[in-house]
């Protein structure tokens, strides 16, 4: 009945009988019936757009259910027809990569899948998809439900695509392998024939099975593996899960999210022992914060239904020895098993073929050993149940089979994932692991709340690192958070790249990202390298011997260091015993001006021996901790060239109360940076600031709280401003945390620079005297200030620059933007989320030149979207008050001439400048200090010296920075490296001369690398790809819209810009950046492997598509159906003209040339049909395909791409 309901209703709707194509399959998708049915309609062929209703109708009739997936009949091949190049058994996600893979070659290839619809989604897809639904705060299973579908949905919808742009012929149903060159198919529904295949070579991957082991009774109601979760339907009262590894940990925090009561049962003792200690304590912590209970070593004995179980109402009882359990789902995830039994591999056993506990035995290239047999993923040896290794494996198998090339190493460490709630990602070698081979290693592990981007979030989670003490080289990173498994890619590539802690220092990261704490665990490692546990202590002890060392050599004293330390502090052993306490410590290092109180000598002491129980310090253990190579104790004689007092005298003659090693002016990101890493060193740093209330953060951070508040739901100026506040306190937390564990001494107040070595410092209290202060060095690092053109009144009430936008304090009603640059849409697309309506307008005629014309499109759309007009190339003529304009409701009129507009705010967001003035700079001008007058910055060399002595400029107020808070970061450490490093590596360390952007407009855009514009410009053989963030599983989960837009050298390969668009788009731009600074290829590319589950996977896709295309070839469908025709052919074709010369690719060019009469380059569809046929490798109707789309965007096709694409054919 309610299937002729839907009939009568098409019937009535269509009343012409005709239905168009796009009505039908948009009806398709939303049943979730794959759309390719329609390509098997005997009422669609030939019909065109339109779809007769009746037919279609009554093909639905004949045994189809239209709520249902439809089974596609079996197909039939025919006795004349030619085997395959490839058969894939297995239509999972490494199957489909092979057939994808294999049939982008022009090989024919088929997939034999028993599931009525393939998604090329992973195992653990379903978890992910609950995991998406929970965060997105899915309460109810119906809630549930409707991800999962939807998900389940574009997945199918993305394996269609890539079946029909490949032209893979699926086969519905069993395959059975009868040896190395035929394969049994038996059709799904049963109805079929079987069907022998022949093929000339064949790839297993046939994936895995739960694994079901007794006591535990599957036939129960109410018990579960990890392939038949995905048919429960509630969210359980109590759920027990067997098993304690990474499925069940998914699962467990999932359901307790949703309110299910937990309880993990393993029989093993040990918890996720491949997890370094830290994740694992972080897994276990959140289990018990969601209140699941964990038991380990305790094996099921029994499990039966309890009493009143039912089928609509399960109830299991489970029987662990010295307790019994109860439940109403049992979700046994005991790990998976290799799905090979009966697809027929007992005729491969006798021809050498092994397994090995139920997997196939392969090499690297997933080679079994027999014939052309290939295995990958789940059921072969390798993958280690992970859908991206599987899929690499995919990869390589098809180019051992089909290409001549010599085949590339994988890369060697693989990123892997848990999704946890929150994730957790990992990659490389675990603490443990480092122990136990004796390696001589070092670990830092840094909250995401010491970053920007963790205050702005207030999420929890950390990256930790392992790395080599002796080389600098990173050995492993583990991290938990979320936005852990998109962070984790470049720790990967970093550890396959055998980059160092020092290199990574060099690399430069958009300011408020995650990314920004691999900067920070490197900073933080490369302290640690030589031992140091707690930095503070560390740091003063190093101040010490800095200042130590200093006095020696000033006063020529004759004594180490070590010998020097000796005498001043046995002056203050009141008992004579050679022990220091911590109050004598500290009253030695205050009487060298070192503010340390008792606690932090405490801290001093436990650096040095390593000992909590010790409350005093050995004057001896001075020569081990300060060793330096020298004979410190191997010279008494010296020892006597001095008094104590003459050395205690020395020391308190070269500290002075206001000489430092170096003085920074200014505490923004690359000030607070600079005072850092010379206070690291272990030099006297003083930190000049104005604002009391120091952050560090850069200027843009306050339009990044108003974006996260936006993306928190915010609707309210008092929502806005919580954000505002809980940012600026975390920051502010982090950055005095910095200074006192680096021991600067931070000065709140002006500087006026007198000379090289000299300050005026003006206290902003007003109530301490002005007062001089000395150094060696000066770095100047003062920011920037907002640019301010005429006619803008800036005196008006509602009138704002990017300086005083934080003194905001309500949601304009109508809001004008004067200018339109990166700044200007960024609080555009943030205000009109919050209800404003915002205007753009710039004198300029040029929207966001700097970026891809994809990226200038997509901020276009978003703004559309939002209300946003945007006015080009008309500067104000006025600005003033309007009618009834009050300080606390402005009114504002601005004249554009050709119209006025009326608003209650304007922010000008017209660039910025230097802040030069009023520091003293003339001083030092007339000693060669240059001020730039484009930007009023101070010019500098590549490590930011002035030219000047020992003065030195970072930041946004020196030349080379470009405005970027993290640019500005690296130009700090360049300056402290240049002023205090002897090692004399800066020269041979590799310099990132690309570094990403970001603009966080809603959705982030972000690129790195050069722009198509430019690759035209520039005259590079270039091509471009661009990939939907929905062609990613992640993307499916998330339904999040973006894209990658990769831009390719066609001659090398090599990868020459990323532009991203869409959430993450900042952090995942990052590896991309990398790409580019390393000239990684697009072949090298699709050797790495993603996590299954991550936006990153965009960038194997796009490798995979840019591989296609490199010989030029435009559109898929088009090159592969020509290239399986020419591989089809060749032999016939040969045969035919044994007396040709030419080859049939040549022949075909010559084909098209000859067609060609005008010497255009170009063809029209009726020259291109005929340059084809005369070929006679395909019938007219496949001609004619091929040229309908090959001039789908007009009515000429440039043949040279044709030329192209078949003469790549063997090296694609």
């Known amino acids: ?618 004057i001896s253990t001075f020569l081990k901790f300060f060793a330096i190579g020298e004979a410190a104790a191997e010279d008494p004689p010296r020892i006597g060239r001095c008094s104590t007092l003459e050395v205690a005298s020395s020391l308190a003659a070269q500290v002075q109360l206001n000489y430092f090693d170096a003085i920074v002016l200014g505490g923004g990101p690359a000030g607070l940076k600079a005072a850092q890493e010379a206070g690291a060193r272990g030099k006297r740093v003083a930190l000049i600031e104005p604002k009391e209330f120091i952050t560090g953060a850069p200027t843009g951070a306050h339009s990044k709280c108003l974006r996260e508040a936006v993306l928190s739901g915010a609707r309210s100026w008092n929502e806005v401003e919580a954000v505002i506040a809980r940012t600026s306190e975390l920051a502010h937390d982090e950055a005095t945390r910095m200074l006192r564990t680096f021991n600067v001494k931070l000065l709140t107040g002006t500087g006026l620079i007198l000379d090289e070595n000299a300050i005026r410092f003006q206290p902003a209290n007003g109530k301490e005297e002005v007062c001089e202060i000395r150094a060696d060095a000066i770095i100047i690092a003062t920011g920037s200030t907002s640019n301010r053109f005429p006619p803008t009144n800036f005196s008006l009430p509602g009138v704002y620059d990017t300086n005083t936008i934080v003194e905001v304090s309500r949601i304009p009603k109508r809001l004008v933007m004067q200018g339109a640059g990166i700044v200007s849409v960024e609080y555009a697309s943030i205000f009109a989320k919050l209800g404003a309506k915002v205007v753009i307008v710039d004198a300029f005629p040029s929207f966001l030149p700097m970026l891809d014309t994809s990226l200038q499109q997509a901020i276009k759309q978003t703004l559309d979207s939002s209300g946003v007009e945007v006015i080009m190339n008309t500067p104000f003529q006025k600005v003033e008050e309007g009618e009834g304009s009050t300080p606390a409701a402005p009114v504002l009129c601005i004249d554009l001439g050709t119209r006025t507009l009326v608003c209650d705010m304007l922010i000008a967001a017209c660039g910025r400048r230097g802040n030069t003035q009023n520091i003293g700079l003339e001083a030092l001008a007339e000693k060669g200090l240059q001020i730039n007058s484009r930007g009023k910055v101070i010019e500098v060399d590549e490590n930011c010296h002035t030219g000047v002595g020992k003065v030195y400029a970072v930041g946004d107020c020196a030349t080379g920075s470009m405005g970027l808070a993290t640019m500005g970061q690296q130009q700090a450490v360049l300056a402290i490296r240049a002023l205090f490093s002897k090692s004399g590596l800066m020269g041979t360390e590799r310099v990132q001369k690309l570094q990403p952007c970001g603009v966080w407009t809603l959705p982030e855009v972000a690129w790195a690398g050069i722009t198509e514009q430019k690759a035209q410009t520039d005259g590079i053989n270039y091509d471009v790809v661009q990939v939907s963030s929905s062609a990613t599983l992640r993307g499916c989960v998330t339904g999040e819209e973006g894209f990658l837009k990769l831009i390719f050298d066609r001659t090398s390969a090599a990868v020459l810009g990323v532009h991203l668009a869409g959430e993450a788009a900042c952090e995942m731009v990052n590896y991309g950046a990398e790409l580019v600074n390393n000239g990684v290829t697009v072949y090298q590319l699709l050797h790495f492997v993603f996590p299954a589950v991550t936006y990153h996977e965009m960038y194997h896709r796009a490798a995979a598509e840019a591989k296609l295309r490199l010989k030029g070839c435009t559109d898929l469908s088009m090159a592969i159906s020509l290239k399986k025709a020419v591989s089809a052919k060749r032999g016939s074709w040969a045969e035919r003209r044994p007396t040709t010369p030419l080859n049939m690719e040549q022949t075909l060019v010559e084909a098209l040339q000859k067609q060609d009469t005008d010497d255009s380059g170009l063809l029209n569809r009726k020259q291109l049909h005929a340059a084809i046929s005369s070929l006679d490798i395909m019938d007219s109707a496949e001609i004619e395909k091929i040229c309908k789309e090959a001039t789908r965007d007009g009515n000429l096709v440039d043949y040279k791409t044709l030329e192209r694409t078949t003469s790549s054919a063997q090296s694609l």
Request: with cysteine; charged share 20%; hydrophobic share 40%.
């Open 1 to 618: 009945a309610n299937v002729n309901t839907v009939f009568d209703a098409f019937r009535k709707f269509y009343s012409n009988g005709l239905i168009p194509r796009d009505h039908l399959q948009l009806v398709l998708k939303c049943l979730n019936i794959e759309e390719s049915l329609l390509d098997n309609a005997p009422c669609v062929q030939s019909k065109g757009d339109s779809i007769n209703c009746e037919e279609f109708l009554t093909w639905v009739m004949g045994g189809l259910n239209p709520t249902a997936q439809p089974a596609r009949p079996a197909p039939v091949v025919s006795a004349e027809e030619p085997p395959f190049d490839l058969v894939v058994l297995g239509g999972g996600p490494c199957g489909l990569k092979a057939a994808e893979d294999a049939a982008a070659r022009g090989k024919r290839t088929a997939i034999i899948e028993p599931a009525p619809a393939i998604s090329g989604a992973p195992t653990g897809a379903h978890s992910k998809c609950l995991r998406e639904a929970v965060l997105d705060g899915a309460k109810t299973w119906a809630e549930i439900g409707e991800t999962c579908q939807r998900v389940k949905a574009s997945a199918v919808h993305q394996a269609a695509r890539v079946l029909k742009t490949f032209r893979i012929a699926v086969f519905r149903g069993q395959g059975t392998v009868l040896d190395e060159g035929r394969v049994l198919f038996s059709p799904a529904d049963g109805d079929g024939v079987q069907r022998e295949l022949k093929t000339s070579a064949i790839v297993i991957a046939t994936g895995s099975k739960s694994n079901r082991f007794p006591p535990t009774n599957y036939d129960l109601p109410g018990v579960y593996d990890s392939d038949t979760i995905n048919e429960l339907d509630h969210i359980p009262k109590v759920l027990v899960v067997q098993g304690a590894g990474i499925i069940s940990v998914e699962y467990a925090l999932i359901f307790a999210k949703l309110g299910s009561k937990v309880i993990l049962v393993d029989a093993f003792s040990a918890f996720l022992p491949m997890l370094d200690p830290c994740l694992r304590e972080a897994v276990q912590q959140s289990l018990s914060r969601a209140g699941a209970e964990v038991i380990m070593g305790k094996p099921f004995k029994t499990v039966e239904a309890a009493d009143g179980s039912s089928l609509a109402s399960p109830l299991v009882r489970i029987d662990i020895g010295d307790q019994v359990l109860e439940c109403d789902v049992l979700l046994s995830a005991c790990g998976r098993c290799a799905n090979t039994k009966n697809i027929g591999l007992e005729a491969l056993v006798q021809k050498g073929l092994k397994t090995s506990r139920g997997l196939i035995e392969v090499d690297a290239n997933g080679y079994t050993g027999v014939g052309k047999v290939y295995a990958v993923g789940d059921c072969a040896t390798g993958s280690m149940g992970l859908a991206t290794m599987g899929q690499n494996q995919a990869a390589r198998a098809v180019r051992a089979l089909f290409s001549d090339s010599k085949i590339s190493q994988s890369k060697a460490v693989k990123p892997s994932v848990v999704w946890t709630i929150p994730e957790m990602a990992f990659a490389g070698i675990t603490e443990e692991q480092a122990a136990s081979d004796g390696l001589n290693f070092g670990t830092v592990k840094v909250d995401f709340k010491r970053g920007l981007k963790g205050c702005l979030t207030n999420q929890d989670g950390f990256v930790k690192l392992v790395f080599c003490r002796t080389s600098g080289i990173c050995l492993g990173f583990h991290i938990i958070g979320e936005g852990a498994s998109e962070l984790v890619n470049y720790g990967a590539e970093v550890i396959v790249s055998k980059t160092t802690i020092f290199q990574m220092l060099r690399f430069v990261f958009p300011a408020v990202t995650l990314h920004d704490l691999y900067h920070t665990v490197a900073a933080e490692g490369k302290l640690h390298q030589q031992g140091a546990h707690n930095l503070a202590a560390a740091t003063r002890w190093r101040q010490l011997k800095e200042l130590v060392q200093a006095s020696i050599e000033k006063k020529n004293l004759g004594i180490t260091v070590y010998q020097a330390l000796e005498k001043a502090f046995r002056s203050f052993n009141k008992n004579s015993s050679g022990v220091l306490s911590a109050e004598e410590l500290s009253q030695a290092l205050r009487s060298l001006n070192m503010d340390v109180t008792p606690e932090d000598a405490l801290e001093m002491i436990f650096e040095v021996t390593r000992d909590r129980n010790n409350s005093g310090l050995f």
